[in-house]
């Protein structure tokens, strides 16, 4: 199994800069892609942005030359850092990780989320 803990979040005023860390742990063999998904209040779950193994990173349009997404492999985890934060952005921000462990292969796992609210 993996267990996998947000941190970061929280209020911060239009304009402002957060950063989301979430620590990947358990039986670990390897992990590949690891990400960020987000979702507003009444509306689906969205990619913000992905980072592979090999460092390769995807946004969504909407947070392009804003987030920047990062990993340390050795910690096995992945951050957000988040500028130039716009109401719109609020939402629940959920980690996601594709790893195998030691006793199964690979599998998609969620983290439990982190609010942000930005104020205008």
């Known amino acids: 199994q993996v267990q996998l803990v947000e941190s970061g979040g929280g209020l911060v005023q239009a304009g402002g800069s957060l950063r989301l860390s979430c620590a990947a742990s358990?039986?670990?063999?390897?992990?590949?892609?690891m990400g960020w998904y987000r979702q507003a209040p009444g509306k689906q779950r969205d990619m913000v942005a992905t980072?592979?193994?090999?460092?390769?990173?995807n946004y969504a349009d909407s947070v392009k030359g804003r987030f920047t997404i990062s990993r340390d492999n050795a910690k096995n985890t992945v951050y957000l850092h988040m500028n130039s934060l716009q109401p719109e952005d609020t939402a629940v921000y959920y980690c996601?990780?594709?790893?195998?462990?030691?006793?199964?292969?690979?599998?998609?796992?969620w983290g439990q989320g982190t609010q942000v609210t930005v104020s205008s």
């Open positions: 358990g039986s670990i063999f390897s992990i590949n892609t």
């Open positions: 996601n990780v594709g790893a195998r462990t030691y006793s199964s292969s690979r599998l998609i796992y």
């Open positions: 980072i592979t193994g090999d460092g390769s990173t």
